[in-house]
């Protein structure tokens, strides 16, 4: 398959049901022929590939980059509560840069970047509540706080009288000792956590070599390109052939310099993807290579997203799932190893809880226990426990929340259609139909900041997944609002897709966003009253098709 077979193509109009097969086709190739997966790029890990590996192609390409996501407040990052980690690789990479020398014609903008970064940094306060829960993130800023220092301690930074007026936010004593701790296992040549290997350039130079650490086959450290960066060394330029420099070269090209936070994501794409298409009911046929990466979920210990990165419940319970809508179900024995009271933990040494990754082992235990007598016991009583556990961590106004996505769309899709499926939270269920329908915007759309497809799209299959939201006859004109606003953002091939995946940065899961648009309208397209409203409302068919979509 050449890359013009994948390229971005419109999606809109009335899709059929040979329309949305076509497209789910589409999107499934591209599973295969992008095994990888597909994911937007990182201010944060660019920032980082800036300041550890400028030996690397696309250097120029990722100053400019830099430069060019500055927001006009002078910070990087979609939102404020996200803004302190990109903005403080951007800056760090960025004052490099004018010691080092930036590349020629962008020295100019480098300096004023870098100068306009550091001022913003002075004067931002921190927003109210606790700040996002992403992963190594107090690491991530007392690395980052301590480079800067560095960086202005030893040349002043563009404007020298900055390194004396700026005042950066001052890492807590506990994240400085852990990060002490991590740096002094490595000098050892200590294994550390698996987990700390995707984020393994807070160990600065002490991460350079370290013994301790060992590439995957295809060179990547942690599935992540700082770490891989930083485990070469920043000083060092590796011959062509090394694995993890041909890693680089490669995540580097997919998007012209700029880099995603993580890569490849594998299992973690195919899973979300296949699942989300299956449950919604769109016709598609999966090849046999995909469906046995799914099996890996099946071993002892579960499977991770990608290679380098630990392995986990949600990536292990989605494979499972999606085995078995797929027709070929499997005992989920794997996740007992995390269990936790009365969840289960996204990986062994969690800081932290997640209402969708128990969501998805509720859905993956259901669709293991439907039909079968013959299932030990243990499985039926986790599910009712992991039952009461979200409806007990339900908000207030009826939506859930989740450590790893910003939408509360994402995470109130995921719990309400957990507890639906298994038939004894209606009340729960109803209260998040309720406050999905409350929440949709004047242009037809839902959104945390703004209306977006991919949020529409999952309060779309609450509405319309949800057996509980049968008795809400608001659901239909909603969704119908819902797919002229999906038609409306897809129509030239190219709607906005924020990031809002929550890694080390906020990230776009590209195929699996698509999955769910393609899976909303599918839904929508095959509701007769929802097809009632739009040709009272003369929307026919226009546009480009669904099967046509860009991935």
């Known amino acids: 398959m050449s890359a013009s077979d994948l390229a971005p193509a419109p999606c809109g109009g009335e899709a059929d049901e040979q329309d949305v097969a076509a497209g789910a086709e589409r999107l499934i190739a591209g599973l295969a022929g992008r095994p990888w997966g597909q994911v937007g790029v990182s201010v944060y890990e660019t920032g980082r590939l800036v300041a550890l590996a400028p030996w690397l192609t696309g250097h120029a390409e990722r100053i400019a980059y830099l430069i060019e996501a500055q927001r006009e407040n002078g910070r990087w990052g979609a939102?404020?509560?996200?803004?302190?980690?990109?903005?403080?690789?951007?800056?760090?990479?960025?004052?490099?840069?004018?010691?080092?020398?930036?590349?020629?014609?962008?020295?100019?903008?480098?300096?004023?970047?870098?100068?306009?970064?550091?001022?913003?940094?002075?004067?931002?306060?921190?927003p109210e509540g606790a700040a996002p829960d992403m992963p190594a993130r107090e690491l991530i800023v007392a690395y980052l706080t301590e480079a800067i220092d560095r960086r202005l301690r030893d040349s002043g930074g563009p404007e020298p009288h900055l390194a004396e007026a700026v005042a950066l936010p001052r890492p807590d004593p506990a994240s400085v000792a852990k990060l002490a701790r991590i740096r002094a296992g490595l000098r050892s040549g200590a294994r550390l956590p698996e987990k700390l290997l995707h984020a393994l350039e807070v160990g600065g130079e002490a991460a350079a070599g370290a013994l301790g650490v060992r590439p995957e086959p295809l060179g990547a450290v942690g599935a992540s390109p700082a770490a891989t960066a930083a485990w070469l060394g920043a000083g060092t330029v590796p011959e062509p052939g090394h694995p993890a420099r041909r890693y680089l070269e490669a995540v580097a090209g997919l998007h012209g310099g700029p880099v995603p936070c993580a890569l490849p994501i594998t299992v973690f794409e195919r899973g979300w993807v296949l699942s989300t298409l299956k449950r919604a009911g769109v016709p598609l046929c999966a090849p046999e290579a995909l469906v046995a990466s799914l099996r890996a979920g099946e071993r002892a210990g579960g499977v991770p997203a990608g290679p380098g990165l630990p392995a986990d419940a949600d990536t292990t319970s989605v494979a499972l799932y999606a085995l078995a809508l797929l027709g070929d179900p499997v005992e989920p024995a794997a996740l007992w190893d995390y269990k936790a009271g009365e969840h289960f933990v996204t990986w062994r040494g969690e800081e932290g809880v997640s209402t969708t990754v128990n969501a998805h082992v509720l859905d993956c235990l259901h669709a293991y226990l439907a039909g079968r007598t013959d299932a030990p016991t243990r499985y039926a009583g986790a599910a009712g426990q992991v039952a009461g556990w979200l409806r007990d961590r339900q908000r207030a106004d009826g939506s859930w929340a989740d450590r790893w996505h910003a939408s509360p769309y994402y995470a109130t899709m995921s719990c309400a259609l957990a507890l639906d499926a298994r038939g004894d939270s209606p009340e729960a269920v109803r209260r998040a139909i309720r406050w999905t329908l409350s929440t949709q915007r004047a242009d037809g759309s839902w959104g945390l900041w703004s209306g977006t497809a991919e949020e529409t799209a999952y309060a779309m299959q609450t509405l319309l997944l949800c057996r509980a939201a049968a008795a809400e006859p608001a659901r239909l004109r909603a969704c119908a609002r819902g797919r002229m606003f999906l038609e409306r953002s897809c129509g030239d091939g190219h709607p906005p897709m924020p990031a809002m995946w929550h890694d080390k940065d906020l990230y776009a899961p590209r195929a699996i966003i698509w999955a769910a648009v393609i899976s909303a309208r599918h839904l929508a397209s095959r509701n007769p009253e929802i097809r009632h409203y739009r040709r009272q409302k003369g929307y026919g068919r226009r546009g480009a098709h669904i099967r046509d979509v860009p991935y």
């Open 79 to 126: 939102h404020d509560e996200y803004d302190l980690v990109p903005t403080l690789s951007a800056v760090e990479a960025l004052l490099g840069e004018t010691r080092r020398g930036a590349p020629e014609g962008l020295g100019e903008y480098v300096a004023r970047s870098a100068a306009r970064g550091l001022r913003a940094l002075s004067v931002r306060r921190p």
